[in-house]
């Protein structure tokens, strides 16, 4: 078992663990961590909120363009296409996740 610290990985421990660990047990993030006040422009926009990267992976092939439009407006999010977002998601959810979202690829 690797020991993990903050801005101590080797190569080989960097793909073994991803980022999500990291921001986990980096202790820069636990001391320095704030919750954003109401109305941040930091906060998660609507479409985003509380989805993890499979939900998102599952609602982004679905998206229409008025709807892409609207919960991507001023962001950069929308440099990526909707085109390409989905085709991305559709990698997520045919390398991520087994059963009925891999075949719907």
């Given at each position: 078992?690797?020991?993990?610290?903050?801005?101590?990985?080797?190569?080989?421990?960097?793909?073994?663990?991803?980022?999500?660990?990291?921001?986990?047990?980096?202790?820069?993030?636990?001391?320095?961590?704030r919750a954003l006040?109401?109305?941040?422009?930091?906060?998660?926009?609507?479409?985003?909120?509380?989805?993890?990267?499979?939900?998102?992976?599952?609602?982004?092939?679905?998206?229409?363009?008025?709807?892409?439009?609207?919960?991507?407006?001023?962001?950069?999010?929308?440099?990526?296409?909707r085109a390409g977002?989905?085709r991305n998601a559709?990698?997520?959810?045919?390398?991520?996740?087994?059963?009925?979202?891999?075949?719907?690829?």
């Amino acid at each position: 078992m690797h020991a993990i610290r903050c801005g101590r990985l080797t190569t080989r421990d960097t793909k073994r663990v991803n980022r999500h660990i990291i921001n986990e047990v980096c202790p820069w993030n636990l001391k320095f961590a704030r919750a954003l006040r109401d109305g941040s422009p930091f906060a998660a926009r609507e479409f985003l909120a509380g989805k993890d990267a499979a939900a998102l992976a599952r609602d982004l092939p679905a998206l229409d363009a008025e709807t892409y439009r609207a919960a991507f407006r001023g962001s950069a999010m929308k440099r990526a296409k909707r085109a390409g977002l989905q085709r991305n998601a559709r990698v997520v959810l045919g390398e991520a996740i087994e059963g009925s979202d891999a075949e719907r690829m």
